[in-house]
Structures are given as structure tokens and as C-alpha cells.
């Protein structure tokens, strides 16, 4: 049952009630203004009994006075009938009014009214006449005659009156008794109805109770399932996997974090992260950031600082490779931070060793292309030295001598440049970016010659960076050789530096575009290029040369990107390597 | 002196081969971008008695080629434009006879390349060795011709 249904239930609970009775009330306030409308009747019906009876005494005061002074002659006896005479008035009035509603007794009234009259003048004669005349027999006989009518009439009037008032006592009996089952009845229906109604709803609302109790009950089995699912999902991570609360309190290790830090989760549950997981830079030693304030503060996944090395609990040193991100609950509150790492010291290791098998590779590539520029000069020494053994002529040996001179210092030139552009500092130093590019170009200059690469070149003068030069080159000569290949015979490269301000990612610094007019990198590959021992160029490429170079470029704090170029006239491949004005690189450390 | 028979085969070789030099000096197609290396290899050359020709990059030394009679062609590898691959393919198919001797400062030569050529010789190693290699590979072939003509 949902709330909304449960209220209204409520609601239908209470008002039923309400309305029944209000109901009930109204019916039995019908029955009682019915029942007290009889008794009304009733009153009028007796009022107007007792009148009449009242009406009819009159008239034997007035026969009595009559009588007395007909007997008599003494007027003193007529005092009764003169008090009565305005009385009697007065009741018919009261009576005519009373029976308004009844035409048949006012009819029988109003008979009563002209023979009381007719008496009244009969009366007035008697009384006229001398009192000998009065005690005519025959007068007198007229006389009770006129009254008898008189009374005879009364009686009438009576008799219909009672007969009225008993048809209407039983009517008021009956709605008596019609009052009374009415309020048995309406009392059982009522009770009946409501407590039918009660009923239904309360175990309608019971039966939901339950099955809601059943509902949670099974949702709490099944909460409880998938919550041992996930435990022993995240037990069974090949990573390790550390939860802390809102408050960095560790509350959750699996295997892996508790055999990389050396802590048992039991130890472990309730520490502060700090304590357990204690991570520093690999070089410098000074403790990293707390991954807990990072992520509260940024709200989002982070990827902890290359060189991070864990100290387990027992002195243990791993490099680890980790990410940080929030918990979040359904309504977007942070309510933890889950860190995920990995031992990378094998992986640290092999990658150092895949570098400097590229730099042999580099220094390789170096040797016999120094190699090739030294022995032309020489071919030619070695050349004059033999005509010089044979000439006799001084001024053609001077000739010759002078000549062998000029390529002898053409080979130093050459050497002295190579060392000056291998050299390499202890600590990043500042160096001309067209310098070191054009070293590089001077060194694949054959190259290009060879291949008649048209080469077009927009170099900045002043634009200085930090860093390691060697490195650098290398970068640069990497990816200028990859861009001669891409060209392809009689293919174009063209090679752009400019200054880049800073923006919000990153500081002033400058970006070289290198761009070539081969078929650009196909879609399927353009996400490989930068993994080790990816290359195209089968047999004869190491797939280092990338990597390393992006390596070395993320070491100063730049970024390489690669796309396909938007200009129609150099179609193929646009490398655009950042480099910043300040370096973040570090001061290389000794046998490094 | 004593008529052995080794005697008398490398007498027979150095009668002819003063015969061949005075009759006509071979006639050597240098090729190689370095104009001064090219330059002081043409005084050794000629020095030891070879007529010599020189070109500055593939398609004017193979115009060369064509045009004059050849017997030997000293050619470098790494040339802009056209390498010495594709000039030394373009000589065997014209004309196969022609020795070529490849000469270069560049070590990791093709091995197809290496094949197609009578001799390789790196840069530097001196004239006498230049000199050595050429007269040997113009007497083989010489003597491979002259077998052939029999």
C-alpha cells in the first residue's frame, strides 16, 4: 500500500463515521419533529374539548338565571344569566378560531352560534313580559325545547372533537413507535456499516503491512547478497583497493592493499589513511599529498604524482601506480574516497631499461651518421696524402696540402659539433630551440638530400626553453625522421615554431609544428603510437622512438600531440610538440 | 731465369696489360655529390693511368654513361635526389658488362644493392686499397670477357 492510498484509506476511516451519524442525527430529528407536531394536535384537540365543555356550563347558568326569574319574577335572579352572557361570547370567538382548520366542526359551531342566538331572542321575550304571562306553560315547553336543540347540538360538537383527538393520539403512538425501531434500526445499520467498513480497511492496511515486512525483508536478503558479491568482488581485485569514510578513517582493504601495505584490515579499520598508506616522492622523499584532500577538495578521480613510493608498515619500499576518487551517494554527497594502486616496481624497472635501450639505439644511429660525415673529409685526406707522396711539383703539393687542410677542418668542424650537441648537463640549462633544431636538421640534412625532401622552416630566434638539451634532440630528431619517412621521396616537411602564452593547463612556453606531406595516420593506429613497440616500420624501427619522446617531452612539463594535418598542400601527419619556458624537469640524479 | 708455367701466365698478364694501357687507358665514371672528394679522387685516378670521368649526381653521371664508352664506374650510395641504388640498377640493365664499383661512407648498405655491384668499398680506406680494388675488378672482368669471347 502507498502512502497516498494509506491516507485516503484515513481519510475514508473518519469521515464515514462523520457522515453516518450525521446522517442518523437528521433522520431522528425528522421523527421528533413529527412526533412533537402530534402532541400539538393532541393539546388543540383537548383545549378545544375543555372550551366547549366550558361553553356548554355557560348555558346552564343562563337556563339556571332564566329559570330563577321565571319562577320568581325576582330580577335578582337573573344574575347568573347576565354574567355568564359575555363569557359565552367570548368562547365562541375563541372556538371559531380555534377550529379555523376543521370546516365541518365550524359548520356544527356555527349551528350551535344561531341556535344559542335564537334562544337569546327567545329569552329577551320572556324576560319583556309581565312576570304573571312568564309562567306560561306553553312558553316554557318552547322554551327547553329551543335548548334542548341546544345541547343536542354541543354534544355533537363534542363527540366529533373526541373522535378526532383519538384518531389522532393513535397517530401520535404510531409515530412513537415509528420513532423508536427508526433509532433501533438506524443504530444496527449504522453499527453494521461501520464496523463492516473498519474492518475492511484495517486489514486492508494490515495485509499491506505485512507484505511490506515481507518486501524488505527480501530486499534486505537480497541488499545483503549483492553487498557479500561486491566484497568479495573487490577481495578478489588484482589491484589493491582501500575505502575510507568522509573523515579519510580507512574502512575497507582487500588482499592486495593489506599484503602492499603490510597492515590487516582489522588493524587497519578506523586509522587515519595516513598512517596506513604513507606515500612519498620516490627522489626527493617528502610525503605526498593525502589523496583524501585531494579528491575532497576536487571532487573528481585523480591519478596520484608519477615517482610515488609506498612504505608498507614494515619498512617495505614499492612504486606504486594509483588513482583516488570520490564516493558519492545517490543524492551527490561525497561520503568517501576509494583509492585503487598497483606495485609498479617491476614495471618502473623495465621501462628504464627499454629507455636506455633506446638511447643505445639513439647513440647507435649517432655513431654511424657521425661516422659517415667524418669519413668523406677523410677519404679525401687519405687521398691527397698519397698524391702528396708521389708530387714532385711544390706549387701542386702546396695545392694539395692546402686542400687536405680544408677537409681536415671540415672533419673537426663536424666532431666538435656532434660533441657540442651531445654534451649534456647535470641540471636543465636554457637552450635555443632554433639552435637545437637546426643541429638536428644539419644531422639529417643528407638524409633529406638523399630522399629530396623540400623542407620549408619558420624559426623563432629568441625562443628559449628550459631543459635538457640531448633529450630534446633526441625528441626533435625522432620526430623530424619520422616525418622525412612519412614524406616519402621528393615529399614536402615543414617545420614551425611559435610562442605559446600560457592558459589555464599550462605556463608560456613554445610549440613546434612539424608537419609532412605524406598520408597522415590512418584512424586505427592513432591511438597506439605512443605505446612501446608500436611502429610501422617493421624490421627496422625499434617502436621506442615515440615513447621515449613523449617520455621526454612529459618530463619538461610539455605535451606532444599528433593529427592529421587541415592543410590541403601538407595533407599527411601534424605533430605539434609544447614545451614550457620553465621546466619541471629535475636535476638528473647520479647513473641516471 | 726460370720458364714456369706461373711465370710465364703472370708474364703473359703484365704484357697485356701494358698493351691494354697503351693502347687505350681505361676510361673510369666517377660519381659522387661531395665535388671535392670527387675532385682529388680524379687526380689519384688519372694519376694511375685511368681516364676519368666525373658527375655530380645520378642523372648526369648516367647521361655519361650513355654517351661514352665506359669501363668502370666508381659510384657513391648516398647522392640527393637519385641514390646510387637506383644509377647502379639503371647501368647493369643498359649495359651489364660495365664493372661497378660502389663506394660509400654508408654502412648499412642494402644487401640487394651489395649483390648487384662488383665491389664495395667504404670511404677512407685509402687510395691504395681504391686503387687495388679497381685494377682487380677491371681485370676480372676483362678476363671474364675476353673467356667469353673465346
Known amino acids: 500500500m502507498k502512502v497516498p492510498e494509506f491516507n485516503r484509506t484515513l481519510r475514508q476511516l473518519v469521515a464515514l463515521p462523520i457522515l453516518l451519524l450525521v446522517l442518523m442525527a437528521g433522520f431522528l430529528v425528522w421523527q421528533i419533529v413529527a412526533a412533537a407536531r402530534a402532541q400539538e394536535q393532541l393539546d388543540h384537540s383537548d383545549q378545544i374539548t375543555g372550551q366547549v365543555q366550558n361553553l356548554q356550563n355557560l348555558f346552564i347558568d343562563q337556563e339556571t338565571g332564566l329559570r330563577g326569574f321565571q319562577l320568581t319574577g325576582d330580577p335578582v335572579m337573573l344574575a347568573p344569566w347576565k354574567a355568564a352572557a359575555g363569557p359565552i361570547q367570548l368562547q365562541f370567538d375563541s372556538l371559531r378560531t380555534l377550529m379555523a382548520d376543521d370546516p365541518e366542526q365550524t359548520a356544527r359551531l356555527n349551528d350551535l352560534k344561531s341556535r344559542y342566538d335564537e334562544w337569546q331572542v327567545f329569552a329577551r321575550g320572556v324576560l319583556g313580559k309581565q312576570p304573571e304571562a312568564v309562567v306560561d306553560p306553553h312558553l316554557n315547553q318552547r322554551g327547553k325545547a329551543m335548548m334542548d336543540g341546544i345541547r343536542a347540538t354541543a354534544r355533537d360538537l363534542m363527540l366529533h372533537e373526541t373522535q378526532r383527538r383519538r384518531t389522532e393520539y393513535d397517530h401520535a403512538r404510531w409515530l412513537q413507535n415509528r420513532e423508536l425501531i427508526s433509532l433501533f434500526v438506524s443504530i444496527v445499520v449504522v453499527g453494521a456499516t461501520l464496523g463492516f467498513f473498519t474492518v475492511h480497511h484495517v486489514r486492508a492496511v494490515s495485509k499491506s503491512y505485512l507484505q511490506q515486512i515481507d518486501d524488505m525483508t527480501e530486499q534486505s536478503e537480497a541488499l545483503f547478497e549483492s553487498q557479500q558479491w561486491f566484497q568479495t568482488t573487490l577481495e578478489s581485485i588484482g589491484d589493491a583497493v582501500i575505502a575510507c569514510d568522509n573523515h579519510g578513517a580507512v574502512s575497507f582493504m582487500n588482499a592486495v592493499a593489506q599484503h602492499l601495505t603490510g597492515w590487516k584490515l582489522d588493524d587497519a579499520r578506523g586509522h587515519a589513511l595516513e598512517d596506513v598508506f604513507k606515500i612519498v616522492h620516490e627522489e626527493t622523499r617528502v ?260 615513447w621515449v619522446s613523449m617520455g621526454i617531452v612529459q618530463k619538461h612539463g610539455g605535451a606532444i600531440r599528433i593529427a592529421n594535418s587541415t592543410d590541403r598542400e601538407l595533407p599527411g601527419a601534424c605533430i605539434r610538440v609544447f614545451l614550457p619556458a620553465r621546466t619541471l624537469a629535475q636535476t638528473e640524479t647520479a647513473g641516471d | 731465369m726460370l720458364y714456369s708455367p706461373w711465370n710465364l701466365a703472370s708474364g703473359v698478364n703484365e704484357f697485356l696489360d701494358r698493351i691494354t694501357e697503351k693502347v687505350a687507358p681505361p676510361t673510369i665514371l666517377c660519381i659522387d655529390d661531395e665535388a671535392l672528394g670527387l675532385k682529388i679522387r680524379r687526380t689519384v685516378l688519372e694519376r694511375a693511368g685511368y681516364h676519368v670521368l666525373t658527375a655530380e649526381d645520378g642523372p648526369s653521371g648516367l647521361s655519361l654513361f650513355r654517351e661514352q664508352a665506359v669501363d668502370g664506374v666508381v659510384l657513391d650510395y648516398y647522392m640527393p635526389d637519385m641514390d646510387g641504388g637506383v644509377v647502379a640498377e639503371t647501368m647493369r640493365r643498359e649495359r651489364p658488362s660495365v664493372p661497378i664499383m660502389l663506394l660509400s661512407a654508408y654502412i648499412n648498405l642494402p644487401a640487394d644493392l651489395v649483390s648487384l655491384v662488383d665491389v664495395t668499398l667504404l670511404k677512407g680506406e685509402g687510395p691504395q686499397e681504391l686503387l687495388e680494388k679497381l685494377r682487380l675488378m677491371l681485370g676480372s672482368r676483362c678476363a671474364s670477357e675476353s673467356g667469353g669471347a673465346r
Open chain 1, 287 to 546: 610525503p605526498c599529498e593525502s589523496p583524501v584532500e585531494k579528491v575532497r577538495r576536487l571532487r573528481t578521480v585523480i591519478g596520484l604524482a608519477n615517482h610515488t613510493v609506498l612504505i608498507a608498515r614494515d619498512g617495505r619500499e614499492v612504486v606504486i601506480d594509483d588513482s583516488a576518487a570520490p564516493i558519492m551517494s545517490g543524492d551527490g554527497e561525497m561520503i568517501g574516497v576509494v583509492l585503487v594502486f598497483r606495485d609498479v616496481t617491476e614495471e618502473k624497472r623495465l621501462q628504464a631499461a627499454l629507455v636506455s635501450s633506446e638511447k643505445l639505439a639513439v647513440a647507435g644511429r649517432l655513431a654511424a651518421s657521425i661516422a659517415h660525415e667524418i669519413h668523406n673529409p677523410l677519404d679525401s685526406v687519405a687521398n691527397l696524402h698519397y698524391l702528396l707522396e708521389e708530387e714532385t711539383d711544390p706549387e701542386q703539393r702546396a695545392e694539395y696540402l692546402k686542400l687536405a687542410q680544408q677537409e681536415l677542418g671540415r672533419t673537426m668542424q663536424i666532431s666538435r659539433t656532434m660533441l657540442s650537441l651531445y654534451r649534456e648537463p647535470k641540471a636543465p640549462i636554457t637552450v635555443g630551440l632554433r639552435e637545437l633544431i637546426d643541429g638536428v636538421l644539419l644531422l639529417l640534412d643528407r638524409r633529406m638530400k638523399h630522399q629530396g625532401i623540400q623542407l620549408e622552416t619558420e624559426l623563432t630566434e629568441a625562443l628559449m626553453v628550459e631543459g635538457f638539451p640531448a633529450e630534446l634532440r633526441q625528441v626533435f630528431t625522432n620526430l623530424i625522421g619520422n616525418a622525412i619517412e612519412a614524406a616519402g621521396s621528393r615529399g614536402r616537411i615543414r617545420i614551425r615554431m611559435e610562442h605559446a602564452a600560457a592558459e589555464e593547463l599550462h605556463g608560456a612556453g613554445a610549440v613546434i609544428e612539424i608537419v609532412d606531406s605524406g598520408v597522415g595516420i590512418p584512424s586505427d593506429i592513432a591511438p597506439k603510437l605512443f605505446q612501446p613497440f608500436f611502429t610501422t616500420k617493421g624490421a627496422t624501427g625499434t617502436g621506442l622512438g615515440l
